[in-house]
Nanobody, 114 residues
């Protein structure tokens, strides 16, 4: 059974940094891409960043230049380094791994105080 375990969330002041990690346990094969999404109360989950096995990387416009996604294929782990955090980055962050199906983490809270 595949499980995604996220860590690294927390409370930080505006302008600060956090690094999120998401490790996949269990047998997982054929990973096409790994990514991060976020969700605030009353809103739909939104795309943040994605990294493909080809090396291509995509970000939503609001985080370009501030966030960096990376992966460790040997560890089936994806990271999200977040700099210059803003209060509007406050959300629950979810990692996603896409193979022939999607796997989701349980979410980790990121709170940015002004």
């Amino acid at each position: 059974q595949v499980q995604l375990v996220e860590s690294g969330g927390g409370l930080v002041q505006a302008g600060g940094s956090l690094r999120l990690s998401c490790a996949a346990s269990g047998s997982i094969y054929g990973i096409n891409s790994m990514g991060w999404y976020r969700q605030t109360p009353g809103k739909q989950r939104e795309f943040v960043a994605r990294i493909f096995s080809s090396g291509s990387i995509y970000y939503t416009d609001s985080v370009k230049g501030r966030f960096a996604i990376s992966r460790d294929n040997a560890k089936n782990t994806v990271y999200l380094q977040m700099h210059s955090l803003k209060p509007e980055d406050t959300a629950v962050y979810y990692c996603n791994i896409h193979t022939v199906r999607d796997y989701w983490g349980q979410g980790t809270q990121v709170t940015v105080s002004s």
